[in-house]
Each structure stands twice: as structure tokens, then as C-alpha cells.
T-cell receptor, first 115, second 111 residues
Framework: EAGVVQSPRYKIIEKKQPVAFWCNPISGHNTLYWYRQNLGQGPELLIRYENEEAVDDSQLPKDRFSAERLKGVDSTLKIQPAELGDSAVYLC?????????????FGSGTRLTVV | QKEVEQDPGPLSVPEGAIVSLNCTYSNSAFQYFMWYRQYSRKGPELLMYTYSSGNKEDGRFTAQVDKSSKYISLFIRDSQPSDSATYLCAMSKGGSEKLVFGKGTKLTVNP
């Protein structure tokens, strides 16, 4: 079974430029999460989807960040415009959902560097 | 005060040592407790998963949860160089809700 797939693995952009990250969760997993991990810190939730619906986006900086999960499968996270402080690893995770919390499965992440 | 506190280390031990990793938390609503292992430039990988209080053992790994003290532990027996990684504790209130992570403890097991 394929795990959570993210692309690209690495991205270097200049500040004020846009950037997008893509995630394909484990097949059949209804719940999808985007986390951000700063250097030396644990991941922090940006947004959680139950199928197509964003049910927790309270920590998503909505002035510059947006996300979508069309058809309840793949998801895209976008930053526009990027700032220096956005440099971090962006992790996607998925879980079976429907109250079944057996722990998430994370992807390998996208390492973003804003210069 | 952060919801989850974890000593970031670093922790360096010789091969074969018993390793003890710990986290404390402040939110009594947490019901699910997890330990993740993260190798450099990789995503976190689920190691242990515990619901509510108690102990859970899986091979060389033992997870303990003491909800009365708001304290969780991970023990690694007969540590191996391949155990060298960052260990993250995580917890949630339940269902599919968000995980709240500690900072992670960087462990190095020396041959």
C-alpha cells in the first residue's frame, strides 16, 4: 500500500512569490491534515479536512494561505505571497477518520526555503 | 505554557542502553497518546499508540501513560544505532482531531 505522497520534496523560492504543495493521502482515508514543522519544533496543524470539508482551519493564516481538497481525495496547499518566515517543512497526513483515531500516517513533507 | 512539554535533549547513549523519553501536558481532555519517530528529512512515523492510561509494549518499545500526573513516557530497551532519530510525543482529544506535538527529543545511540 502506498503511503501519503507529497510533492515536491524541496522548493526554494524568492519572497513574495507564490508556491503550491500537493498531497495524495492513503486510499480510503477520509481525513486529511496539513501541518507545518519549523526547525527544532514539533508539527503544528494548519488545516484538517473531513472529505471535502475543511473542519478546522483556525490556525491557517488566511491572508496568504489557502487550501483545497477537491473530490475528497488529493489536496493542495498554496501560499501567496510567501514570506521569509514561511520557511519550514509542510507535512501532509491522513487517517481513516469517522472517529477512528489510530494515529496518523505522515508523508515525507515538502521542505520550503524562502530567500 | 505550552500544552505539551518535551525535553529537546539532545540525548546520547551507548548501544544497548535503556532510553527513557518523557512528556508532560496540561490539557486533561487529551485521551489519545502517541509517540512518533522522525529520521532526518523524513516525515514522522507512528511508533506507539495508547488510548487513556496504562502501558503498552511492542518489541523493545514500551509506552506508559499516567493521566493523573499528566505524564507520558517511552522506554526503548537494548537501544540500537538505528534508533537514532528525533522522538516526538503527540496527543489529541479524540476522534480525528488535531494532534498536539511536543518539540521532539533528538536521540543518538552510539555503537
Amino acid at each position: 500500500e502506498a503511503g501519503v505522497v507529497q510533492s515536491p520534496r524541496y522548493k526554494i523560492i524568492e519572497k513574495k512569490q507564490p508556491v503550491a504543495f500537493w498531497c495524495n493521502p492513503i486510499s480510503g482515508h477520509n481525513t486529511l491534515y496539513w501541518y507545518r514543522q519549523n526547525l527544532g519544533q514539533g508539527p503544528e496543524l494548519l488545516i484538517r479536512y473531513e472529505n471535502e470539508e475543511a473542519v478546522d482551519d483556525s490556525q491557517l493564516p488566511k491572508d496568504r494561505f489557502s487550501a483545497e481538497r477537491l473530490k475528497g481525495v488529493d489536496s493542495t496547499l498554496k501560499i501567496q505571497p510567501a514570506e521569509l518566515g514561511d520557511s519550514a517543512v509542510y507535512l501532509c497526513a491522513s487517517s481513516p477518520g469517522q472517529g477512528k483515531n489510530y494515529g496518523y500516517t505522515f508523508g515525507s513533507g515538502t521542505r520550503l526555503t524562502v530567500v | 505554557q505550552k500544552e505539551v512539554e518535551q525535553d529537546p535533549g539532545p540525548l546520547s547513549v551507548p548501544e544497548g542502553a535503556i532510553v527513557s523519553l518523557n512528556c508532560t501536558y496540561s490539557n486533561s481532555a487529551f485521551q489519545y497518546f502517541m509517540w512518533y519517530r522522525q529520521y532526518s528529512r523524513k516525515g514522522p512515523e507512528l511508533l506507539m499508540y495508547t488510548y487513556s492510561s496504562g502501558n503498552k509494549e511492542d518489541g523493545r518499545f514500551t509506552a506508559q501513560v499516567d493521566k493523573s500526573s499528566k505524564y507520558i513516557s517511552l522506554f526503548i530497551r537494548d537501544s540500537q544505532p538505528s534508533d537514532s532519530a528525533t522522538y516526538l510525543c503527540a496527543m489529541s482529544k479524540g476522534g480525528s482531531e488535531k494532534l498536539v506535538f511536543g518539540k521532539g527529543t533528538k536521540l543518538t545511540v552510539n555503537p
